[in-house]
């Protein structure tokens, strides 16, 4: 649904014209299908600035000045809507070559370049788009089946290139099979890529009133919202963490409703480059069916990205927990 892209140094470096980065950064960013990814994380700025430097020689020229203040920018503000990678440049390789390697390993969405002779699916050429279509840059979005397998298929992109996951579904509950078969499909989605040392995994569920009467019925006795809370946050632990690779933590927020009757109803998959509204659930289905997953937009991502934060949310905390991947993974 949300695909990271490679962008050649030299490509990014030509976007110190307005004019040239526009059709392209009006398409990447929250709000869009597609986010940037600098790669390899550690040298990629110093390779665009290179290419800056090498297109303008002479520092002092007023030319040379603005174009390395509009590259500046245009990287801080990549590096805050984008991704990262870990990766590296083999000795005397070039970029493009490294970008396949990596593809071929953790596949983007594509790899934008300038120019190229070479036509292969993965790669976008940035000077031929709207003169020809490019699959990798506009992929389809199809109904997806409300199965464990299709659902974390749509969203692995998103999860695997994303370092903040926040899964938000008010039903949650990991010791019901239809919502944990999909949540490990999703978490081993999330944890299949280069490092999983910059990972942060939450889900937020709701415990209702209604929660509470069910479970209190099935007790015959009394049974309070944090109790109905604890149960539910222990299964996680119990059922999710043995799907954790080590060093992986997984946070869970049980939630109550707000002090002005907020309740949480909308289900969503939130990263910190973009937001994902699953319409009917996290969980699979037992009868045949498809859901619409839908990207939303700038202005919706912001406003639940707040909302569901620690210091934003709307809602009444109740309990939470977290719990990390032991040394010896079970699948």
């Known amino acids: 649904m949300i695909f990271d892209f490679a962008l050649e140094p030299e490509l990014v470096a030509s976007w110190h014209d307005r004019r040239v980065a526009y059709p392209f950064l009006s398409q990447i960013g929250p709000g869009q299908r597609r986010v940037a990814c600098a790669f390899p994380?550690?040298?990629?700025?110093?390779?665009v600035m290179d290419a800056v430097r090498a297109k303008f020689p002479e520092p002092m020229y007023s030319e040379s000045q603005t174009a390395?203040?509009?590259?500046?920018?245009?990287?801080?503000?990549?590096?805050?809507?984008?991704?990262?990678?870990?990766?590296?440049?083999?000795?005397?390789?070039?970029?493009?070559i490294a970008a396949?390697?990596?593809?071929?390993?953790?596949?983007?969405?594509?790899?934008?370049?300038?120019?190229?002779?070479?036509?292969?699916?993965?790669?976008?050429v940035a000077d031929r788009v709207g003169e020809e279509d490019f699959p990798a840059w506009t992929p389809p979005a199809p109904p997806v089946a409300r199965r464990p397998g299709d659902l974390a298929n749509a969203l692995a992109p998103i999860l695997r290139c994303a370092a903040q996951l926040r899964f938000v579904d008010p039903h949650f509950d990991a010791g019901v099979d239809a919502f944990l078969e999909p949540m490990r499909a999703y978490l081993l989605a999330?944890?299949?890529?280069?490092?999983?040392?910059?990972?942060q995994i939450q889900i937020h569920f709701a415990v209702s009133r209604e929660d509470v009467g069910q479970l209190a019925?099935?007790?015959s006795q009394r049974v309070t919202e944090d109790e109905a809370a604890t149960i539910r946050l222990d299964a996680c632990e119990r059922r999710l963490k043995p799907i954790l690779r080590p060093g992986v933590t997984l946070l869970v927020f049980a939630?109550?409703?707000?002090?002005?009757?907020?309740?949480?109803h909308n289900r969503y998959v939130l990263t910190e480059v973009g937001g994902i509204?699953?319409?009917?659930?996290?969980?699979?289905?037992?009868?045949?069916?498809?859901d619409d997953l839908t990207v939303l937009s700038k202005e919706q991502y912001e406003e639940r990205w707040a909302e569901y934060s620690a210091a934003g949310a709307p809602y009444r905390p109740i309990r939470n927990c977290s719990f990390a991947g032991d040394p010896a993974v079970a699948t």
């Open 100 to 124: 396949i390697r990596e593809h071929g390993y953790f596949p983007f969405g594509g790899i934008v370049v300038r120019t190229s002779a070479t036509r292969e699916p993965y790669l976008v």
């Open 68 to 96: 390395r203040r509009n590259v500046d920018a245009l990287l801080r503000h990549l590096h805050e809507t984008g991704t990262r990678r870990n990766g590296r440049i083999g000795e005397g390789e070039s970029w493009l």
């Open 217 to 219: 019925r099935i007790r």
């Open 41 to 47: 994380s550690a040298s990629w700025r110093n390779l």
């Open 190 to 199: 999330a944890q299949n890529r280069r490092s999983v040392g910059e990972l």
């Open 255 to 264: 939630w109550g409703e707000g002090p002005r009757g907020q309740k949480m």
């Open 277 to 290: 509204a699953v319409q009917h659930g996290l969980d699979r289905s037992a009868a045949p069916e498809t």
